[in-house]
């Protein structure tokens, strides 16, 4: 995979050619291109995008992040799919 494309422009960077990035909570987020804010810690791309969660994986066709990731917005076609975990069966024999 060849490293993201950017263009800048004074204080604002264009991403291109698909971006990854991860978090040190263990979230991934993937795009295809996005205009990046600098100063203000703004990103907006409206290409579809793909954050995978640590249960998880979700899917938006817009995503808006505002003040350094202070609030996320996700915009069309938002699809959320959830592994949740199973809840523990009891121990055969066990008493309660």
Do not use: W
Request: charged residues 25%; positive net charge.
């Amino acid at each position: 995979m060849q490293p993201p494309d950017f263009m800048t422009r004074r204080r604002n960077a264009q991403a291109r050619s698909g971006h990854r990035s991860n978090s040190s909570t263990g979230y991934q987020g993937r795009l295809s291109e996005a205009l990046v804010d600098i100063r203000k810690g703004n990103v907006v791309s409206e290409h579809p995008v793909e954050v995978r969660l640590l249960q998880g994986t979700l899917n938006a066709n817009r995503l808006d992040i505002i003040d350094s990731g202070e609030v996320i917005r996700f915009h069309g076609g938002v699809v959320m799919d959830m592994t949740l975990n199973q809840p523990e069966q009891s121990k055969a024999g066990e008493q309660r």
